[in-house]
């Protein structure tokens, strides 16, 4: 039958960065379309971590019509050019993720063939010296000018990104009920949900609900009981300890991920302070080894005693089922280390308005969306363990993920880098080819053969070309402010700015 009535009533469960995204972006979009009720819990609170994005989040700004001076000076953000991996392959050992692209490609190959010819040939520097964002994040420097042409993303502080949406998302039209959720009631017939009780007695009804309840799940899986496909056995961390710790310099514009024997730590700087973490294996470490060992290598003064969270790794078999779609932790989690769980919300969201549910019939729609959501969720998973899986590490956790069986979808594309340093980006895949590239040579894969093309060129030119571009990016680079330059002079000036 034909919906009669197309303005629709979302409840959105759950006022975190998931829950306050969903409801920025919905009554932006569709404004008029949809009655948007968010509720939240003071008591409960949120995660308060999930402060490392990728440049996606510009896109998403852009599309839920979000300012960027306004965000960088509400969430206190700095600039991100990449991630930097320490340790991850052995001890000592050091490589970068960087966004942007590596050299250049050609319609025949990519750009890593012409890299891999001229190191068999004896000259060529590094991979990484190809990337511009790589080179400006070794020297502390960044703009967002368009004109430098930087491909960068954000290190924001979580509470006050949702705050910040927050006086948004209300003035535009969202009703924000706080309050505890007590009950989720369903149709006896359907099975759809019909209605959220709160603590008090309060009763809010829907036509669609959006789970951001976090962790907890409460309508997708509390009462909808849709299930999770446990991931822990290719990705075992499970506890991750965080806290802030004061500036002890100028924030750099990349995130760092440490190794360590039972997991990583994570550095993320933000204007006013540094973010913390501490993922580890409980099964390989206790808690207490844990909050000794952090405490051990943190830089800057803790403002507060660590917190530990724990998590299992994995996905909810549908994230939208019924009249309700699981987003952020309520969807599942892949740990932070490619900082891709605010992407997978944003994305989330983005496809969802698309294809909203306007019929009360909606379930091809669902079928869809969980299809692609999938495909997201396992290239993000796979990309992830590949940093574990391709480990030369020793002790008790390391060999142990060397040796496990991971994804046929990820073992086939280690396969085509090894033998023919080849690497591709799907139609859907987020990660790009230079992403790949970086972490496999990163990780310490050798191809045994590349594309030739580079042998057809006269003596000389590859070299030529190669040293161009390293002079082009050395050249762009010079031009550059430091970071805490240009966040002093663009932004209101922190303590830490104005020291660099
Ligand atoms: C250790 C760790 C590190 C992370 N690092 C990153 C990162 O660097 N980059 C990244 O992109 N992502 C990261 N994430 C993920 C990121 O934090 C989340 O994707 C993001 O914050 C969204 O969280 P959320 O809104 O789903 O959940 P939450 O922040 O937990 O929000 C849940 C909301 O539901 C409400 N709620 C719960 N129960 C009830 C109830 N009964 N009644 C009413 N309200 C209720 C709460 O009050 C809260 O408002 C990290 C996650 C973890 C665990």
């Not at 070309?465 to 050395?474: E, P, T």
């Given at each position: 039958m034909?919906?009669?009535?197309?303005?629709?009533?979302?409840?959105?469960?759950?006022g975190?960065?998931?829950?306050?995204?969903?409801?920025?972006?919905?009554?932006?979009?569709?404004?008029?379309?949809?009655?948007?009720?968010?509720?939240?819990?003071?008591?409960?609170g949120?995660?308060?971590?999930?402060?490392?994005?990728?440049?996606?989040?510009?896109?998403?700004?852009?599309f839920?019509?979000?300012?960027?001076?306004?965000f960088?000076r509400?969430?206190?953000?700095?600039?991100?050019?990449?991630?930097?991996?320490?340790?991850?392959?052995?001890?000592?050992d050091?490589?970068?993720?960087?966004?942007?692209?590596?050299?250049?490609?050609?319609?025949?190959?990519d750009?890593?063939?012409?890299?891999?010819?001229?190191r068999?040939?004896?000259?060529?520097?590094?991979?990484?010296?190809y990337?511009f964002?790589?080179?400006?994040?070794?020297?502390?420097?960044?703009?967002?000018?368009p004109?430098?042409g930087?491909?960068?993303?954000?290190?924001?502080?979580?509470?006050?990104?949702?705050r910040?949406?927050r006086g948004?998302?209300?003035?535009?039209?969202?009703?924000?009920?706080?309050?505890?959720?007590?009950?989720?009631?369903?149709?006896?017939?359907?099975?759809?949900?019909?209605?959220?009780?709160?603590?008090?007695?309060a009763?809010?009804?829907?036509?669609?609900?959006?789970?951001?309840?976090?962790?907890?799940?409460?309508?997708?899986?509390?009462?909808?009981?849709?299930?999770?496909?446990?991931?822990?056995h290719?990705?075992?961390?499970?506890?991750?300890?965080?806290?802030?710790?004061?500036?002890?310099?100028?924030?750099?514009?990349?995130?760092?991920?440490?190794?360590?024997?039972?997991?990583?730590?994570?550095?993320i700087?933000?204007?006013?302070?540094?973010?913390?973490?501490?993922?580890?294996?409980?099964?390989?470490?206790?808690?207490?080894?844990?909050?000794?060992?952090?405490?051990?290598?943190?830089?800057?003064?803790?403002?507060?005693?660590?917190?530990?969270?724990?998590?299992?790794?994995?996905?909810?078999?549908?994230?939208?089922?019924?009249?309700?779609?699981?987003?952020?932790l309520a969807?599942?989690f892949?740990e932070?280390?490619?900082?891709?769980?605010?992407?997978?919300?944003?994305?989330?969201?983005?496809?969802?308005?698309?294809?909203?549910?306007?019929?009360?019939?909606?379930?091809?729609?669902?079928?869809?969306?969980?299809?692609q959501s999938?495909?997201?969720?396992?290239?993000?998973?796979?990309?992830?363990?590949?940093?574990?899986?391709?480990?030369?590490r020793?002790?008790?956790?390391?060999?142990?993920?060397?040796?496990?069986?991971?994804?046929?979808?990820?073992?086939?594309?280690?396969?085509?880098?090894?033998q023919?340093?080849?690497?591709?980006?799907?139609?859907?895949?987020?990660f790009?080819?230079?992403?790949w590239?970086?972490?496999?040579?990163?990780q310490?894969?050798?191809?045994?053969?590349?594309?030739?093309?580079?042998?057809?060129?006269p003596?000389?030119?590859?070299?030529?070309?190669?040293?161009d571009?390293?002079a082009?990016?050395?050249?762009?680079?010079?031009?550059?402010?430091?970071?805490?330059?240009?966040l002093?002079?663009?932004?209101?000036?922190?303590?830490?700015?104005?020291?660099?």
């Amino acid at each position: 039958m034909t919906e009669t009535n197309p303005r629709k009533r979302v409840v959105v469960a759950g006022g975190g960065t998931a829950g306050w995204l969903a409801a920025t972006a919905l009554v932006r979009q569709l404004g008029p379309l949809v009655d948007v009720t968010l509720v939240e819990s003071d008591e409960i609170g949120t995660v308060g971590v999930g402060e490392s994005t990728i440049p996606t989040i510009r896109t998403f700004h852009s599309f839920a019509g979000i300012e960027e001076d306004a965000f960088v000076r509400a969430t206190g953000a700095t600039f991100k050019l990449g991630i930097s991996f320490e340790n991850w392959r052995r001890d000592g050992d050091h490589y970068f993720h960087s966004f942007g692209s590596v050299g250049r490609s050609v319609f025949l190959a990519d750009f890593q063939h012409f890299w891999l010819e001229a190191r068999a040939q004896g000259f060529g520097g590094s991979f990484g010296d190809y990337s511009f964002e790589l080179r400006a994040a070794r020297e502390n420097r960044f703009t967002n000018d368009p004109e430098a042409g930087l491909a960068y993303a954000y290190h924001l502080d979580a509470t006050a990104y949702a705050r910040f949406l927050r006086g948004l998302a209300e003035p535009a039209g969202v009703r924000r009920v706080e309050g505890r959720i007590a009950a989720v009631e369903r149709d006896g017939e359907g099975g759809d949900i019909t209605a959220l009780t709160l603590a008090s007695g309060a009763r809010i009804e829907g036509d669609f609900f959006i789970d951001c309840t976090g962790f907890r799940a409460l309508l997708i899986e509390g009462a909808l009981e849709t299930g999770f496909e446990d991931w822990s056995h290719w990705l075992p961390t499970d506890s991750a300890l965080a806290v802030q710790t004061e500036l002890v310099g100028p924030p750099a514009p990349y995130t760092r991920a440490i190794a360590h024997r039972a997991g990583w730590r994570w550095r993320i700087p933000l204007q006013h302070r540094m973010g913390n973490g501490f993922v580890f294996s409980s099964a390989q470490m206790s808690e207490d080894e844990a909050r000794a060992q952090f405490a051990a290598d943190l830089e800057g003064a803790p403002l507060f005693e660590p917190r530990l969270l724990r998590y299992t790794t994995g996905m909810r078999r549908q994230a939208w089922h019924r009249n309700c779609l699981a987003l952020g932790l309520a969807a599942g989690f892949v740990e932070p280390l490619e900082s891709t769980s605010i992407h997978l919300v944003m994305i989330a969201i983005t496809r969802f308005i698309r294809g909203f549910p306007f019929a009360r019939e909606c379930a091809a729609l669902a079928d869809r969306f969980n299809a692609q959501s999938r495909a997201e969720w396992e290239h993000v998973r796979d990309f992830v363990i590949l940093h574990y899986y391709l480990n030369q590490r020793d002790g008790t956790f390391w060999p142990g993920r060397a040796a496990m069986n991971i994804p046929d979808t990820l073992a086939a594309r280690i396969a085509l880098f090894r033998q023919s340093a080849a690497a591709y980006q799907d139609q859907d895949d987020l990660f790009r080819i230079d992403s790949w590239a970086q972490v496999l040579f990163g990780q310490g894969v050798e191809p045994a053969s590349w594309h030739r093309i580079a042998r057809t060129l006269p003596p000389e030119q590859l070299r030529r070309a190669l040293a161009d571009l390293d002079a082009g990016l050395a050249a762009r680079v010079a031009r550059l402010p430091t970071q805490a330059a240009f966040l002093g002079a663009r932004y209101a000036p922190s303590p830490a700015a104005a020291a660099g």
